[in-house]
Structures are given as structure tokens and as C-alpha cells.
């Protein structure tokens, strides 16, 4: 590969659009590696392949309208195609996947791993649910399967968590890991109903359309389970942990706890007890001294209990487009330092 690395890419939504600009960037910085875009594929708007790379200003100037890849190879999306077609060295997955299930994400990175491809994707579905899967293909294969905007988006949470405390014990992973909901209950402590910060949270792109995944938890428990795999090195499934939304936090609970000096917050826990693992998804009443009760507005936090360092934690933006975008790109950036030792060596041979 010679210093080039050429990627696909599984969804053309926010991250994806994000990445490419990123991309731009990055490779009119550093000339060598230039990462390439070959291959694109995406429900709404078809696909296209060139593996000598496509344009990527040309990219980002495709309307989200269905059909409108037809300009530059196809109106009918073809994930399949372009994982198999473009010549690509790494897939980047990041479709409209089902939190609860991982699908159809789970399904598409096992595809490109087979097919022999690095994996990078942005989805917490796919990885809470793939895991275990997908690591050991990863493994069979040779390749890598990457996952750092799962949690965090941007912030370097699996990095700095698996990465930073080498032969230390974590006894607890406990963080606010949604920023709707954590906006949502912000609003409703300065007066706003749970359905008007829902709207303002809607309104301002926080919350989808249906906000179900984020305000009953679905998307706290995810993360939760993605981080029990990856810095406990243990497994959980849905039915391992109890979940609980926002949903039943009423103004009024707001208020008494306004009184007591105390915050509501949706908070992922998991205890290790032994060899058990005892996680939850929840509101909780934080007395005014828990790190966690000033977490504000759509920040996020993860918060690692370590023998025997104590309680540390790492704050930042836990969304966004160009956040998320980051997190590819520092993954795509590490699988593209492993490709450039391999030519190294294919050269020296």
C-alpha cells in the first residue's frame, strides 16, 4: 500500500460527510499517508466506487436526496459491492443501525472482515451486540475492528481507558453517556416541562425525531456494554442489565431535589463484585460532592474506580457530527500506522 490507504464507506449521513471534510484536511497536511476514498455506498442515495479515489470535494457536494449518487456511479445503494469492488483497505460503517439489535451494522462489518478488510465503525449497537463476534473474526482474519466513537463520540474514551492505566484494576465504570438526556433534565431544572426540553432538544439536534433509544436508556445501556467488553474484558447482554429512563422524571421531582441542594442524572454503572459484574441504567438523585452532578448540558463524562489510583475521570462532548467524525479518523489513523509498518517491512524483505 506504499503509504496510501484506501477506504469505503457504509452510510453518507453526518459522521460520514464529517469524516471526508476531516479527510481533506488531513491529507493536505500530511501528503504521506494520503488516506483515498474509493468506495461509498448509502440507502438514501446509491452508491459509487473509483479505486483510484473518488473526488472528495465532489462528495460533499451531493445532496441528501435519494437517488443522488447517480451522478457519480448509481442510484441504488450496494453495501455489498463496494466492500468487495473498491479495492478498499479499511470500511468505515456508520448506517442507520437499531441500538436494541446492532442491525444491519453488526451483519455489515462481519462482511468486511471476512472480505479481509480493517473495520472501523461508529455504531454502539453493533459493537454492544457484535462484540464478541466481531473480535474474533477480526483476529482470524488479521485485521482490526475499532470502535472509538461508540461511547464517547470524539473523546478518547477506550483509548484512554484501556490505554492509561496498565497493570491497575478497575473495580467500577460509572459516567453520564447521553447528552439528550442529560440536556433534557438540565432544561427541566430551570422550569422547562419533560415534553418542551424534549422539543428544545429536538429542535436543536440533539434528539431525534424518536427520541426513544435516548430517553428510555436504550442508548446508555449500549455504551454500557460496550465499555464492559472493552475495559473489563467482559461480556454483558441486554437482559445483564436493568434499564430505566428519564421518561418518569416528573418537574416536581425536579424541584424537591432543586431543594435538597441534589441533581437528577442518567447514570451507567457497572460494580465489580468478584467475579460478578453488577451494571445498571438509571436516574439518580447526585448529592452536590458527586463528580458527576456537574455535568451540564450535552457533556458527557466516564468516571473509572482503579486499584489503586482511586476515582479518575475524563469529561467531553459525548455527540456530533464532526466529533464522531474524529473518532474514525484517530482509528482510521491508527490502522494506517500498522499498514505503513507492514510496507516497511514488504520493502526491507
Known amino acids: 500500500m506504499h503509504g496510501e490507504c484506501k477506504v469505503a464507506l457504509l452510510g453518507f449521513g453526518g459522521v460520514n460527510r464529517g469524516l471526508v471534510e476531516l479527510i481533506i484536511a488531513h491529507n493536505s497536511r500530511h501528503r504521506t499517508p494520503t488516506i483515498k476514498i474509493v468506495g461509498v455506498s448509502d440507502l438514501l442515495l446509491g452508491h459509487c466506487i473509483n479505486k483510484s479515489g473518488l473526488d472528495c470535494e465532489m462528495l460533499l457536494q451531493v445532496p441528501a436526496r435519494e437517488g443522488a449518487f447517480a451522478v457519480l456511479g448509481n442510484a441504488a445503494p450496494d453495501n455489498e459491492g463496494v466492500i468487495s469492488d473498491s479495492g478498499c483497505d479499511v470500511v468505515v460503517e456508520a448506517t442507520f443501525s437499531n441500538v436494541?439489535?446492532?442491525e444491519p451494522g453488526a451483519s455489515l462489518c462481519e462482511a468486511a472482515l471476512l472480505a479481509g478488510k480493517h473495520?472501523?465503525?461508529?455504531?454502539k449497537g453493533s459493537v454492544a451486540h457484535g462484540a464478541d463476534r466481531l473480535?474474533?473474526?477480526?483476529?482470524?482474519?488479521?485485521?482490526k475492528f475499532l470502535y472509538e466513537g461508540a461511547v464517547m463520540s470524539g473523546t478518547p474514551v477506550l483509548v484512554w481507558a484501556t490505554d492509561c492505566f496498565p497493570g491497575a484494576r478497575v473495580t467500577r465504570v460509572r459516567g453520564i453517556l447521553n447528552g439528550t438526556t442529560n440536556f433534557i433534565l438540565g432544561q427541566m431544572e430551570m422550569g422547562f416541562s419533560f415534553n418542551a426540553a424534549l422539543e428544545q432538544a429536538q429542535h436543536l439536534g440533539y434528539a431525534e425525531a424518536d427520541p426513544a433509544a435516548d430517553v428510555e436508556g436504550l442508548d446508555t445501556r449500549a455504551k454500557i456494554i460496550v465499555l464492559a467488553k472493552s475495559v473489563l474484558g467482559r461480556s454483558l447482554s441486554n437482559s445483564d442489565v436493568p434499564c430505566e429512563g428519564v421518561k418518569a422524571i416528573t418537574s416536581e421531582m425536579i424541584a424537591q431535589a432543586k431543594a435538597e441542594g441534589r441533581r437528577w442524572k442518567l447514570v451507567g454503572d457497572i460494580n465489580v463484585e468478584g467475579d460478578e459484574l453488577l451494571a445498571k441504567v438509571g436516574p439518580v438523585k447526585l448529592m452536590p460532592d458527586d463528580p458527576l452532578s456537574g455535568i451540564s448540558s450535552v457533556t458527557n463524562a466516564l468516571e473509572l474506580t482503579i486499584e489503586p489510583l482511586?476515582?479518575?475521570?475524563?469529561?467531553?462532548?459525548?455527540?456530533?457530527?464532526?466529533?464522531?467524525?474524529?473518532?474514525?479518523?484517530?482509528?482510521?489513523?491508527?490502522?494506517?500506522?500498522g499498514l505503513v509498518r507492514e510496507d516497511e517491512k514488504t520493502d526491507a524483505g
Not at 473495520?119 to 455504531?123: A, E, K, L, Q
Not at 473480535?135 to 485485521?143: E, F, K, N, Q, T
Not at 474514525?328 to 500506522?337: F, P
Open 310 to 337: 482511586g476515582v479518575t475521570m475524563v469529561t467531553g462532548p459525548g455527540a456530533g457530527r464532526v466529533e464522531t467524525a474524529y473518532a474514525v479518523l484517530s482509528d482510521l489513523l491508527r490502522i494506517v500506522g
Open 135 to 143: 473480535s474474533s473474526v477480526a483476529a482470524l482474519m488479521g485485521r
Open 100 to 102: 436494541a439489535t446492532g
Open 119 to 123: 473495520v472501523v465503525t461508529t455504531n
